[in-house]
Nanobody, 119 residues
Framework: QVQLVESGGGLVQAGGSLRLSCAAS????????MGWYRQAPGKQRELVAT???????NYADSVKGRFTIARDNAKNTVYLQMNSLKPEDTAVYYC?????????????WGQGTQVTVSI
């Protein structure tokens, strides 16, 4: 079983910064990609940023230029540096792990961490 542990969420004022971390542990054979998704009240869960094992990144248009995703392969950890935060960024942020094991494909999720941006 794979476990994803998120940290770094909290309350911050608009314009401030937060850094989210997600450490993956367990029976991980090969990581295809890691990413961050978020879900605000009354809205669907949406992609924020992803990073592949080849270090390709993808960002939602709403966060481009403000958020940066990075990973430490040795630690199986993915980070999300969030700058210039806006109230619209308020959501539960979920860590995502796309991984494979001898031809089998898995997607794992963290429990989520709350990010609240005040005016």
């Amino acid at each position: 079983q794979v476990q994803l542990v998120e940290s770094g969420g909290g309350l911050v004022q608009a314009g401030g910064s937060l850094r989210l971390s997600c450490a993956a542990s367990g029976s991980i054979f090969s990581i295809n990609a890691m990413g961050w998704y978020r879900q605000a009240p009354g809205k669907q869960r949406e992609l924020v940023a992803t990073i592949t094992s080849g270090r390709s990144t993808n960002y939602a248009d709403s966060v481009k230029g403000r958020f940066t995703i990075a990973r430490d392969n040795a630690k199986n950890t993915v980070y999300l540096q969030m700058n210039s935060l806006k109230p619209e960024d308020t959501a539960v942020y979920y860590c995502n792990l796309d991984h494979s094991d001898y031809g089998r494909h898995f997607v794992s999720w963290g429990q989520g961490t709350q990010v609240t941006v005040s005016i």
